[in-house]
């Protein structure tokens, strides 16, 4: 079972700039297909990015593509959501989580989530 511990959050004019951590447990993160999801009040939790456990894919919802680029650095166990351009309607709360399988875009594709970091975007 993995452990992930997002951090990175915070508050940001519009059209600034954030890069998100998630940092895993576990000696297999290596293995593992990331992803982001996000979740803003009253809404249900929505499918941002998920990378490939070698990096060699990335997929974006189409609300982030093209702002943001998700990574990620195997020896340190760590995925990245690096966020630019935000807008206020990227403010949520945004979680790590890691994918069944590649390609996977559903909630219930995704285990082992962390507690999520707040992201702010004032106008």
């Known amino acids: 079972q993995v452990q992930l511990v997002e951090s990175g959050g915070g508050l940001v004019q519009a059209g600034g700039s954030l890069r998100l951590s998630c940092a895993a447990s576990?000696?297999?993160?290596?293995?593992?297909?990331m992803g982001w999801f996000r979740q803003a009040p009253g809404k249900e939790r929505e499918f941002v990015a998920i990378i490939h456990w070698n990096a060699i894919m990335t997929y974006y919802a189409a609300s982030v593509r093209g702002r943001f680029t998700i990574s990620r650095d195997n020896a340190q166990s760590t995925v990245y959501l690096q966020m630019n351009s935000l807008k206020p309607e990227d403010t949520a709360l945004y979680y790590c989580?890691?994918?069944?399988?590649?390609?996977?875009?559903?909630?219930?594709?995704?285990?082992?989530w962390g507690q999520g970091t707040q992201v702010t975007v004032s106008s």
């Open positions: 576990g000696r297999s993160f290596s293995s593992y297909h």
């Open positions: 989580a890691k994918a069944i399988r590649y390609g996977a875009t559903l909630p219930a594709d995704f285990t082992s």
